[in-house]
């Protein structure tokens, strides 16, 4: 009953490559199944391309429209290239947090090196951005205006910091938010058990409290399923118009 | 032109008008119709990340520079108060762009 079991990698299919271990595990196999969800999704839905959208084609359009009016709205007209990518970034966080409620499945984001993999791109492309956009006058982002000279030494540090934080503070609060929910829904399940093993008939009818509350937590974890996309997506998006309009 | 006529076209240039600011700022971007959560768990999560973050990040360099140049432990010990240094100016500009409070911080 250990409740971070939920998390174990399992190759399924294992491929070795000289010394490296490239296996096809179920994180990977549930990736696959996140994208597959996503083109499926898209791809069958705009199908008809109907001037009157019916069910599929409104889920498509609607989450295609939010998309697009969150990049405007915090990034400006000029990010609009980049709508694909923050698109993309979003369907397959959202479909990867979502499956993970699924019982039996596996949460992919709630591995730090998925989101850290992540995050890390986000911040590669924001960063290219920058460059092609400003060249070196990108740096300018290191040294805020109006500050004095003298406090360079200590403010460029620091802003350095701030800037390769961006990444880690993106992966660490989704795949925080997303073990942390699963492991507390494992935790409050296994009461359950422990109860009804522990205590027997009086323990069945206690163990009704930790299922009440597990229901609550399934409802909260859905919240912070959806939640920990947009955010994710929200930043990725503010960090694009810092590095497009260079403040 | 009857008053009520060019009372109504008057309103209604204005609501063309306020429509047209309106798309104007959706399109410069300077409207936000959507922000981070503001509930109070949320605001703590973000501040929690935010400052183990800087931290782990200033570390981090530390022991990349000491890595380079092989000067632990030196390196990791001045990245670190760096680090910590960001990590609270961080948590003080998260705060001062909550709003709400005559003291906040301006917007960077």
Avoid: C
Avoid at chain 1, 28 to 56: D, E, N, Q, T
Avoid at chain 1, 214 to 230: G, R, S, T, Y
Avoid at chain 2, 26 to 52: D, H, W
Avoid at chain 2, 91 to 102: F, H
């Amino acid at each position: 009953m250990d409740p971070l079991h939920q998390f174990n990698i399992v190759p399924i299919i294992p491929i070795f490559i000289g010394t490296g271990n490239v296996s096809f595990t179920n994180s990977a196999l549930f990736m696959m199944i996140a994208v597959g969800i996503a083109v499926f999704l898209m791809v069958f839905g705009m199908r008809k391309r109907a001037l009157v959208p019916g069910r599929w084609q409104s889920v498509a359009e609607l989450l295609y429209e939010f998309i697009v009016k969150l990049v405007r709205t915090n990034a400006g007209i000029d990010a609009r290239p980049f709508v694909p990518f923050v698109f993309t970034l979003f369907m397959f966080l959202l479909l990867g947090n979502l499956l993970g409620m699924v019982p039996y499945s596996f949460t992919f984001t709630s591995h730090i090196i998925v989101t850290f993999a992540m995050g890390v791109t986000v911040i590669t492309v924001v960063t290219i951005v920058g460059l092609v956009k400003h060249g070196f006058h990108f740096f300018s982002l290191f040294m805020p205006h109006g500050a004095p000279l003298l406090l360079a030494p200590l403010i460029i540090p620091l802003e350095i910091i701030s800037y390769f934080m961006r990444p880690v503070s993106l992966s660490v609060r989704l795949f925080a938010n997303m073990m942390a929910g699963h492991t507390m829904l494992k935790v409050f399940a296994s009461f359950v058990i422990m109860l009804g093993a522990g205590l027997g008939g009086v323990g069945y009818v206690v163990g009704i409290l930790p299922i009440m509350i597990n229901v609550a937590l399934v409802a909260f974890e859905f919240l912070v399923a959806i939640i920990q996309a947009f955010v994710f997506t929200l930043l990725t998006t503010i960090y694009l118009r810092d590095a497009i309009e260079l403040h | 032109m009857d008053e009520g006529k060019f009372s109504s076209t008057l309103g209604d240039l204005e609501s063309r008008l306020s429509d047209a600011q309106k798309r104007e700022d959706v399109r410069k971007g300077t409207n936000q119709f959507y922000s981070m959560p503001t509930g109070a768990l949320a605001i703590a999560f973000r501040i929690g990340v935010e400052m183990v973050s800087a931290l782990l990040v200033g570390v981090g360099l530390g022991l990349l520079i000491d890595h380079v140049l092989g000067s632990a432990p030196l390196g990791m010990i001045i990245m670190f108060f760096f680090g910590a240094a960001a990590a609270l100016r961080n948590v003080y500009r998260t705060v001062g762009s909550l709003g709400g409070s005559s003291t906040a911080a301006p917007k960077e």
